[in-house]
């Protein structure tokens, strides 16, 4: 008797218990990492099988090779699971210098909740359509103003389902994305000047 007066007193001290909201939160990492030139590739290629091996969903992976006229370049977007997170940006840092590393969310509960609401509206809706299409005692032009309604709705539905999906996306996963940047030095050229007794100058330019 005493335990299930227990029991009771511990439901009613935790009413909302149950009914608390589930939030859908979407977070993301934006990083900038700079590495020597020469060891870009073999960083970002590191980078993007870590990634593979984490079961990454890969949005872009792009790599610009070095010309005579600007240094290598690379980004990546990827949306990670997020018990992975910690793991593949540990990962990064032993590649790459982190210059930047910027984080955010954004609470997507009511457009998941909304979305939600929608598809269970819409796939009721459609199922009520359908069994109308059987009525054999139903006048042939109420049946194509039914059929049409039908293709309507299941127009709506696939929309909104695109959209919940898109929103699961966003907030199962963590968005992150990476910018490579080459590491530059001191430039020091060697000018002749016209305008000093003294043939030659060096003149070094820091980087932009």
Known sequence: MY???????????EPNAS????????????LTVETEAEKMQAA??????????LKCQILT???????????????????????SVEIFL???????????????SEDKTDAVIDAEARINNLTEFRDSLRVMLTDKSAKFKDLIE????????QSQLDTIQGVRKVLAQETELVA????????????????T????????????LMPC
């Open 146 to 153: 039914v059929q049409r309604e039908l293709v309507n709705t």
């Open 3 to 13: 335990k299930r007066q227990t029991e009771s007193l511990t439901e009613v001290s």
């Open 90 to 104: 540990t990962g990064l840092a032993k590649n790459a210098q982190v210059l930047q590393h910027h984080r955010d």
């Open 176 to 191: 992150v994305t990476i910018d490579f940047t080459a590491k530059q030095g001191i430039t020091c050229l060697l000018y």
């Open 193 to 204: 000047s016209p305008f000093h007794c003294s043939p030659l100058w060096w003149v070094c």
């Open 19 to 30: 009914a608390a909201v589930k939030r859908y939160i979407a977070l993301r990492h934006a």
């Open 61 to 83: 992976a792009n790599y610009n090779r070095e010309t005579p006229y600007s240094p290598p370049s690379a980004s990546l977007s990827a949306r990670v699971p997020p018990r």
């Open 44 to 53: 970002f290629d590191a980078t993007v099988a870590h990634c593979e091996q």
